[in-house]
Each structure stands twice: as C-alpha cells, then as structure tokens.
C-alpha cells in the first residue's frame, strides 16, 4: 500500500512562485510514472506535467516554460516547482504515482490560488 502526502499549495500573487511536494510511503520500486494534476472549480481535471521512470517529461500547453516537474528518489517526493504563477493555474493540485503492478495512486490534493 502506498500513500501520497502533499504539500506546499497556498495563496500566491500572480507572477510569484510556489513548489509543490508530494511524499511517498510504501514501496515504489515498480514506479513507472509520476504526474501532477489540476482541477480548476467547474472544470475537469488535468494532467499539468508528467515524469516518466526514464526521466522523459510532458507539460500541458499552458504551463510550458514556467513549471518543472522532478523527484527526489532518495525522499521519494516528486515536486512541481511552479514560476510566474497566473490566476488561471488557481485549482487543486493532485499528485498521481503509478506503479507497474499496483496501479495508480494519487494524493488528497493540495489548493493553489494565485490572485491578480
């Protein structure tokens, strides 16, 4: 069993920064990929950045240029390092750790508002 522990979400002024950390308990040693998402109040969730077992990364349009995913293997935290923030990014943010035989867990979400 493994559980995700976030962190790191607040209030933040837009163009300010924050960095979002997600804790691992459990074994991971079958992770094949790692992600965090957003959901925005009336909208669906999606996928914002995505870091693969082999170090390949994807990030939504939107975030290209000012958000970085990475991990910490030694912690077992993936963070999402987020820059030049706007009041479009302002949702939950969820962090997604799938793994090879157990599937896909995710964390509780933490909140992030960027205000104008």
């Known amino acids: 069993q493994v559980r995700l522990m976030e962190s790191g979400g607040g209030l933040v002024q837009a163009g300010g920064s924050l960095r979002l950390s997600c804790t691992a308990s459990g074994r991971i040693d079958s992770t094949l990929y790692m992600a965090w998402h957003r959901q925005a109040p009336g909208k669906q969730r999606e996928l914002v950045a995505g870091l693969s077992k082999y170090a390949n990364t994807n990030y939504a349009d939107s975030v290209k240029g000012r958000f970085t995913i990475s991990v910490d293997k030694t912690k077992k935290t993936v963070y999402l390092q987020m820059n030049s923030l706007k009041p479009k990014d302002t949702g939950v943010y969820y962090c997604?750790?799938?793994?090879?035989?157990?599937?896909?867990?995710w964390g509780q979400g933490t909140q992030v508002t960027v205000s104008s």
């Open positions: 997604q750790w799938a793994l090879r035989d157990e599937g896909d867990y």
